[in-house]
């Protein structure tokens, strides 16, 4: 004892760490428990002894993290527990074990061995006889009980002793008589052991049995708009939300209601068959699992949560075996079927004529290049042309050949070492289409094979028998002449003096609007949208776009949440289940009932579509068949996406979004009309079957809604809307088979509310500004109609069919040659190429408005808009997946698959948009010309900013990786796929360097960017991810929802930035012929960069990054649109060098 006591003197009462550590070190925790074993294992032990002991052993246990460990070795557990059953009503005595039984129970190992020896009704007989007196004992031993219930068997216990109806009075007792919130821990410790006992289904029932639901309801809501009282309705509101009953969709499937019969495949069977069938059965969902919980929110920024399905095993076993996956190789002769998609390369036709003047292009010339090019395009908008899934041969109906469209002998030539590649006799295939739609192939015989043979450079085209179809132009006589005159204009050469006026005066377009009245074509857009092709019948035109509806011309600032918006919302889904006899729960729109009542007439064709929209405004609504009180969903037009509408309250609505066509999952995109509202009463609207874990809904972004009584008025703008707007996990079960049979997750919830500006009005919600293919078409039909054609060279092609018939536009644009001599035409077919695509996920329609802002720069008379032309042949296949766009998918296809995870390996049948993008590629490198840069324009729902995804081979998942084009022998990695995005955040307000990321992942490996990477050798391969919500970059934009003009401004800048990157021997050997932007090359050596740092790869262009821009940090700026260059003629004037870096020499 008299020992004892030095001890506990010589730690002392407070500040006593440093001693207290000097005891642990030496091994004095393992005495005292041996002295407490011995002492108690004697008849009569000396009880003052034992409590002198465990007050020592209070102090020295804070400071040993193995103390609980040391306790069970030594077998002082049940020392400790023997005393507190022996003095259970001595509160004194409590004080000083109880402090030290928690420190035991705070390992895993002790807590299921306690539990073992029945702790659990001791501490409860503890907690009984405390009683509202001795609180601090109280408080040990409710943290004591939630220690132990962490642990499943002693969770059993707890339920199986019939002590939740204790816990839950006693917990409503204190909710009553602690008004000044003096235990709230005691509290908080009730509520987590409630919540660790709710994991098992069998505590959940006996917490719903015991009301416990009403009774944690009841206490929230008393202190709803208390701060002190925050950690106590998150913890009762996670309990609420793990008991209430898993509810399934009110829905008859899973599955889509619409569904496509997809073709069959050899090289990809229908492994989704027996899904589909399974789907549309009525669902039965599987018991939960007793490891289901509902806790835990992880935030993963995924966008791909489906498709990552590899776990650590799996890439570990990849990295022994090495390799990215093999792709199917198509020969020379299959790849000859895309000549007809290079008219830059064979239309063009070589004059010898000695009175031809240089600088002029005859209008007849180009005439003729025009009417060939039409032509070409009716050609391939045919359906003549059938393909076979693996043959490298292309199988063509006789019919569509034009047996005298033969040209002499001609040989293909590498266009950039000049060397032969093959020689052969060719027959144009200007009379057939590359069809990608499902038709079955004719048998193969000897004489249905048609040789397809490479043109001579030049060569003029056959006019016989070229028969004219129906083109999406749609021109007038005086159009026609309008366009006669401008070919006659003669073109000015660019000259090299003036080249930084054209550089000051083209960077500096921040503010100016490419877009024009001539895009607001109503009656054009109601043309093309009857050829339209949907696996369903629409039942209208959607007003905004047929009016070609934009953002506001003025910034929206993101939504900033009042405090407790998201838990008021759950309490009040909370409420809807406790009260349910409140509720309407009316169904006032399904598509499934509509669908099955039309039957086989649902699928007929787009006929005569219309919008009468503003004759329905006002009191015309108040015919709705449901009146007044009820609003009016509709969603059958193209792009729209919303499958039922519940009406649950009097101002409240849950809406069911329609996944993929022959998918059971990918929720998130939506469009739909609402009328019949009455203005400034506020709605709220639930979309509750979202399947990502977290939301931009959640840090600021807002819907947007397009108002036809604004419009009427001459506000037709797409805006942001709403208010109270979260996204939280609901208690809507998911089938196991959406999740790939994962059980027990359940779907997320966005609910936002609106206060309409109209009575009677009808407006349009949507995820984001829409832009459907419709809309697509017209621009491409506006964009051939404005641009000049005596500058442009601009066509416009059908690249194959998609499975439901729509035509895939593929788009060539660049720089009309000066003249049509040898020289000149030569070096237009020397021009490096840019490969853009985009909207291959239907949902990411902000892709398609970055594309049309690069599409709009690119045919502008601006002259750095005439540099890039001059510079680059630009290919761009705007829309990868037609069909998902008009059918309001949000990710795949028709065929009910994700379109960028087939790039690897497509298959003609099922993905021809794939199939034939890739095809133009892999001809392209074919013939040596590779191109340059790649980009394919995606959206991205977790991140603000817009940002690329680049591929390095030093952040690959396979180690050493050496099958890819950044591999140059001995030399380090080529860093120049890192100058595009650096310069990007340099002179684009919306784009973010720190958001790049140019990691390469298995589950990525068969995307656009890495294939084009690795297969196809683009080493400056991308992928642009553009915000849904906005920016939070420092700068112009911070805070601000993103607005089409911004997306078309960064589509503008991408274009800007290519003139960065710029070839260093382009045309050598005639300079007068380069383009302005081929100036001379600046002395980098000033800057301690040799010849070996400005081209490493000897691709023949020059990447300033990294450590070269670092040698030369001092006097290197960034050349932006706000950048004044000096335009001085003086020697010593600065230089712009490559990259659009300034170097002042």
């Known amino acids: 004892m008299n020992l004892l006591n030095c001890f506990n003197e010589l730690i002392g009462k407070t500040q006593f760490s440093k001693r207290v550590g000097v005891m642990v070190s030496s091994n004095s925790v393992n005495i005292l428990f ?58 004194k005595i409590l004080r000083i074990l109880l402090p030290v039984f928690k420190l035991y129970s705070n390992n895993s190992v002790n807590a299921s061995y306690l539990g073992k020896h029945n702790s659990i009704p001791s501490i409860f007989r503890v907690i009984q006889q405390c009683g509202r007196k001795h609180s601090s004992v109280l408080k040990l031993a409710m943290e004591i009980l939630s220690n132990l219930t962490k642990s499943r068997n002693n969770a059993a216990r707890t339920i199986g002793g019939d002590y939740i109806p204790n816990l839950l009075a006693l917990y409503s007792d204190l909710h009553q008589t602690d008004t000044k919130h003096r235990h709230v821990s005691i509290r908080k410790a009730i509520l987590n052991i409630l919540k660790n006992v709710t994991s098992l289904k069998s505590g959940k029932k006996a917490l719903t049995e015991s009301n416990g639901i009403e009774i944690l309801y009841d206490c929230a809501q008393e202190v709803v708009d208390c701060r002190e009282m925050e950690s106590l309705m998150i913890l009762a509101s996670i309990i ?92 020379v002769e299959d790849l000859r079927m895309y000549d007809e998609f290079f008219p830059e390369l064979f239309e063009i036709e070589l004059v010898n004529s000695e009175s031809q003047k240089s600088g002029y292009i005859s209008p007849g010339l180009l005439s003729s290049q025009r009417s060939n090019a039409d032509s070409g395009r009716d050609s391939a908008s045919s359906s003549g042309s059938k393909i076979s899934c693996y043959g490298s041969s292309i199988l063509y109906d006789s019919d569509y050949i034009d047996s005298t469209a033969m040209c002499e002998g001609a040989t293909a030539v590498n266009l950039k070492t000049g060397s032969n590649i093959f020689s052969l006799d060719v027959q144009l295939p200007s009379q057939t289409s590359l069809s990608g739609s499902p038709t079955k192939s004719p048998p193969r015989k000897q004489n249905q094979q048609k040789q397809i043979k490479l043109p001579k450079k030049g060569a003029r085209r056959s006019q016989k028998d070229k028969k004219s179809a129906k083109k999406y132009s749609i021109r007038t006589e005086a159009r026609e002449s309008d366009i006669t005159e401008a070919l006659s204009i003669t073109p000015l050469p660019v000259l090299r003096d003036s080249m930084d006026d054209l550089i000051k005066t083209g960077f500096s377009s921040d503010d100016e609007d490419l877009s024009s009245e001539l895009y607001h074509d109503p009656l054009l857009f109601q043309v093309l949208a009857r050829e339209t092709k949907s696996i369903y019948k629409f039942e209208k035109l959607a007003h905004p776009d047929l009016c070609s509806a934009r953002a506001p011309p003025f910034v929206e600032p993101f939504y900033h949440r009042k405090f407790g918006v998201q838990r008021s919302k759950v309490f009040e889904d909370i409420d809807r289940l406790i009260h349910s006899e409140n509720l309407i729960d009316q169904i006032i729109y399904d598509l499934d009932a509509i669908v099955s009542k039309a039957g086989m007439s649902y699928s007929q064709p787009n006929a005569a579509l219309i919008n009468r929209d503003q004759y329905r405004l006002g009191a015309a609504s108040r015919l709705e068949a449901l009146g007044p009180a009820c609003l009016r969903f509709n969603a059958q037009f193209e792009c729209g996406n919303l499958r039922r509408v519940v009406w649950v309250r009097e101002y409240e609505y849950d809406l069911i979004l329609n996944p993929d066509i022959n998918a059971n999952s990918h929720h998130q995109w939506f469009y739909f009309e609402v009328s019949n509202m009455t203005a400034d009463v506020p709605y709220r609207f639930n979309i509750i079957n979202c399947e990502k874990l977290n939301s931009q809904f959640n840090f600021g ?95 416009e092609q ?26 000149h035409v030569e070096e237009l077919r020397d021009r490096p190429y840019i490969f853009l695509s985009g909207r291959v996920h239907p949902g990411e329609c902000n892709a398609s408005w970055v594309m049309k802002g690069t599409v709009d720069f690119l045919l502008s008379k601006k002259p750095v808009a005439q540099l890039l032309r001059e510079s680059f042949i630009f290919k761009i296949v705007p829309m990868l997946n037609p069909d998902g766009v008009i059918n309001g998918n949000h990710r795949c296809s028709l065929a009910g698959e994700d379109l960028n995870r087939r790039w690897d390996n497509p298959c003609p049948r099922l993905h021809p948009t794939i199939f034939h993008s890739k095809g133009l590629l892999q001809y392209l490198q074919m013939i040596n010309k590779t191109p340059l840069v790649y980009c394919d324009y995606h959206g991205h729902s977790r991140k603000k900013n817009i940002f690329l995804y680049g591929c390095s081979s030093s952040q690959s998942w396979i180690p050493n990786d050496t099958q890819n084009p950044a591999c140059t022998g001995n ?32 589950s990525k490996e068969t995307t656009a960017r890495v294939v084009v990477w690795r297969q196809i050798g683009v080493i400056r391969s991308y992928t642009m991810e553009s915000t849904y919500c906005g920016m939070d970059r420092d700068g112009k934009y911070k805070d601000t929802h993103i607005s089409t003009k911004m997306l078309e401004e960064m589509g503008q800048k991408f274009a800007e930035a290519l003139l960065r990157i710029l070839p260093t021997g382009a045309n050598n050997e005639n300079p007068s012929l380069q383009p302005a932007c081929y100036g001379s090359q600046p002395n980098l050596e000033l800057f301690g960069v040799t010849a070996e740092d400005r081209d490493e790869t000897g691709d023949g262009f020059i990447d300033l990054d990294n450590d070269l821009c670092a040698k030369a940090d001092d006097r290197v700026s960034l050349c932006g649109s706000d950048t004044d260059l000096n335009t001085s003629d003086s020697s010593d004037a600065d230089l712009e060098g490559e990259d659009g870096i300034v170097l002042e020499q």
């Open 798 to 823: 059908t690249l194959c069919t998609t499975l439901a018939g729509n035509a895939v536009p593929v788009m060539t644009i660049t720089a009309q040659p000066k003249s049509f001599s040898k020289e």
């Open 701 to 795: 972004m807002k819907p947007v809604i397009y108002s036809v009584t604004e419009a009427m008025e001459g506000r037709p703008y797409w805006c942001r809307t709403g208010y109270d707007i979260c996204y939280y996990r609901n208690h809507f079960s998911r089938s196991a088979q959406a999740t790939g049979g994962v059980k027990g997750k359940t779907y997320y919830t966005t609910t936002f509310t609106i206060k309409f500006a109209h009575s009677k009005d009808i407006c349009y919600l949507a995820y984001h500004y829409p832009y459907t293919y419709t809309t697509l078409m017209t621009h491409i039909n506006m964009w051939d109609r404005r641009c000049d054609q005596s500058q442009v060279f601009f066509r």
């Open 34 to 91: 041996q002295i407490i074993v011995q002492e108690f294992e004697d008849q009569t032990p000396c009880e003052d002894f034992m409590m002198l002991a465990h007050q020592i052993l209070s102090k020295i246990g804070q400071k040993d993290r193995k103390f609980a460990t040391k306790a069970r070795l030594n077998r002082g557990l049940l020392v400790t527990l023997s005393l507190i059953k022996n003095n259970a009503n001595n509160f």
């Open 971 to 1002: 030399k380090a990695e080529d860093n120049g796929y890192k100058t595009l995005p650096r310069v990007l955040h340099t002179i684009a307000h919306a784009f973010s360097w720190p958001n790049c990321s140019f990691v390469l992942e298995k």
């Open 240 to 331: 609420m939300r793990k008991c209430c009953p898993r509810n399934k969709l009110p829905l008859p499937s899973i599955m889509s209601t619409l569904s496509f019969d997809r073709p069959i495949s050899e090289l990809y069977p229908d492994t989704q068959q027996d899904s589909m069938i399974m789907g549309f059965v009525n669902f039965v969902e599987t018991a939960d699992s007793d490891n289901s919980s509902l806790e835990d929110d992880d935030d993963i920024d995924s966008d791909d949560e489906k498709f990552k399905t590899d776990n650590t095993d799996e890439v570990e076993e990849d990295r022994e075996q090495g390799g990215a996956p093999q792709s199917y190789r198509r020969g």
